[in-house]
């Protein structure tokens, strides 16, 4: 009981008083950097920062109420990452003052600012070596100091990421398992966020599905650059419809195997108007397994 209750209070104490400070007007970093655990809670070897960390769910707790905004007009609409970064440099004298700067606040244990100043350095110059070297240490140092393992994991990973670059990864494909065992309702959400809107700009798709096991037909749409998935709506007109088992749409529809395959093997009857099945692969993106934490991409 002595536990239950601890760990009740617990995020009871990290929920209230993070409303406490928001309702004062603080805002989430300012609202993490105050809140510390009475000692009857934190020094309960239960209740250490071992996962998640006081600093963290507060901050989260913050958001689920009010959002990322705090009310500050400085905040509501910032550059992102890549243009303030090229601001940053250039306020600072260049790359090679930030550098001279961060590395005299190193010296001086000011971990969380040099990672927040080169980080600035690296977005704008990420071949900079010694500034990639300088981060990278910082990192260390401030995983070294994390008490929880996911934050000592973003800090060692970031390091690793500037000295080594980032793994070799692949693009991201479901397994046959992973397709037998996932609703369609869930696969159509999967392929909405796949959807490229350049792609579909002006497009307006309709096709029926009639699936062969399954009691329950469907209908994908494509319009407004929105996908949808509708489950008992293939009454309404369509100028293509497939007739085929759910199971090899859903091969289909994640690479597994292709439109001439199915129609090959008799696997799949199409129905009217077969020409918007050729690009409809070409709408969907892929994902890489692996992507950069510090350095940040080019947009779209």
């Not at 397994?289 to 779209?300: C, G, M, S, T």
């Amino acid at each position: 009981i002595d536990y239950l209750e601890k760990q009740r209070d617990l995020y009871k104490y990290i929920h209230d008083q993070t409303m406490r400070l928001a309702n004062k007007g603080f805002n989430k970093e300012e609202i993490a950097e105050q809140i510390e655990l009475p000692s009857a809670l934190g020094q309960e070897f239960s209740n250490r920062d071992y996962y998640g960390t006081v600093n963290h769910n507060s901050r989260a707790v913050y958001v689920k109420y009010l959002g990322y905004f705090d009310g500050n007009p400085a905040t509501l609409h910032p550059l992102p990452r890549a243009k303030s970064s090229k601001k940053y440099v250039a306020y600072m004298g260049g790359i090679e003052a930030m550098y001279r700067m961060a590395l005299e606040d190193f010296n001086k244990g000011e971990y969380r600012w040099v990672a927040e100043l080169l980080n600035h350095a690296v977005s704008v110059d990420p071949d900079h070596q010694a500034s990639r070297s300088l981060l990278a240490d910082t990192y260390e140092q401030l995983g070294y100091q994390s008490e929880s393992a996911p934050w000592r994991n973003f800090y060692l990973c970031g390091a690793k990421e500037l000295r080594h670059g980032i793994p070799a990864g692949s693009l991201y494909s479901a397994s046959e398992g992973t397709l037998r065992g996932m609703p369609l309702d869930n696969l159509f959400k999967a392929m909405a966020v796949r959807l490229i809107p350049s792609k579909v700009e002006g497009l307006d798709l309709a096709i029926n599905l009639n699936f062969t096991d399954l009691t329950d037909q469907f209908r994908l749409e494509i319009r407004n650059s929105v996908f949808h998935g509708f489950r008992n709506f293939a009454e309404k007109e369509a100028a293509t419809e497939l007739v085929l088992s759910s199971i090899n749409f859903k091969r289909m529809m994640s690479g597994l195997i292709t439109v001439g395959e199915l129609i090959k093997s008799d696997d799949m009857q199409i129905k009217g108007d077969a020409k918007p099945l050729l690009p409809l692969p070409s709408y969907f993106d892929s994902f890489q397994r692996r992507f950069p934490l510090v350095i940040p991409q080019p947009f779209e």
